[in-house]
């Protein structure tokens, strides 16, 4: 009987992580760059019951049993966000659609989350791109979003003060106001009036991931990377992206959908409730009436 009090109890657990999962995309909505998280959950290994013990047990399994269900972790949802013209100097969202092919299936068809099951089985992620800022530690983090601001001595920076890093790996440097600075698609930066390549010849850090489930989210809506090195490359000419000077990438979250799995979470927490006040119940009722020792 209490085996079943732990699968409810699993149950719940489960269901409150998939509810802060989604009160998170939430109460993330309007923040530019932000990426779903859509929570996956797995079931504990099935278990069969075989009959053992007494003098004449029956033969052979008794059946399977169930023993309850586990967050198992969160996946990040890739789709582009809208894109909103802020007309701000320092905004700068990224647009990409990289393309990947396969021997006899030619460029894979990655649906709207930017996966693709091949005929195999196996799950395709589309590459994704992003800034690249540097830590206090000297660690390198990835972010979408794109709110830049510019240090008295025109170091570009994110909101909270991490350089954003150029192709040679160090922070972008402007001598000068960035009004009279123009971003290209490559990430490139021009004097806007001449277009002429700025001294030093800075450009963006724009770096490509082939995998971005190996990304790690770590607050500030930033990433750290996981993966093996080859899952990082900065982006090469040619490739299916751009940046856009004054744009913002917006959240991909969708209200509605998770208001749905916002109430579904709800619901299913509730009836692992009911099932525990059940069990209850039932083992009020076994120690204070069947137990009882007239």
Same mark, same amino acid.
């Given at each position: ?11 719940? *657990? ?83 659609? *990289? ?196």
């Amino acid at each position: 009987m209490l085996r079943g009090l732990y699968s409810a109890a699993a149950g719940m *657990i489960t269901q409150q992580r998939r509810h802060d999962a989604v009160t998170q995309n939430i109460a993330n909505l309007n923040t530019p760059g932000y990426k779903a998280a859509t929570p996956v959950s797995r079931a504990f290994p099935e278990l069969l019951l075989s009959a053992l013990g007494g003098d004449n047990p029956p033969k052979g399994a008794i059946g399977s049993l169930h023993t309850g269900v586990f967050s198992e972790e969160h996946l990040l949802s890739m789709a582009p966000g809208v894109l909103l013209e802020t007309g701000r100097v320092l905004d700068f969202a990224i647009v990409s659609d *990289i393309r990947v092919e396969l021997p006899g299936i030619g460029p894979v068809p990655f649906d709207a989350s930017g996966k693709y099951v091949a005929p195999d089985g196996a799950v395709i992620v589309q590459p994704q791109v992003f800034f690249t800022v540097l830590t206090p530690e000297g660690e390198q983090r990835f972010t979408r979003d794109g709110r830049f601001r510019s240090e008295p001595d025109g170091t570009l920076v994110t909101l909270d003060g991490l350089p954003v890093l150029g192709v040679d790996g160090q922070p972008v440097v402007v001598d000068g106001p960035w009004d009279a600075v123009r971003v290209l698609a490559d990430g490139r930066l021009v004097d806007a009036q001449t277009g002429e390549p700025l001294p030093g010849d800075p450009q963006l850090l724009l770096m490509r991931v082939e995998n971005p489930d190996l990304l790690v989210r770590e607050g500030n809506n930033r990433y750290r990377h996981e993966g093996p090195a080859g899952n990082l490359t900065p982006l090469q000419p040619g490739e299916q992206a751009e940046v856009r000077q004054g744009f913002l990438e917006s959240s991909n979250v969708d209200p509605a959908q998770s208001l749905v799995e916002l109430m579904a979470a709800l619901r299913a927490y509730e009836a692992n409730v009911r099932v525990i006040q059940s069990y209850d119940r039932s083992l009020e009722k076994a120690v204070n009436e069947v137990g009882r020792v007239g």
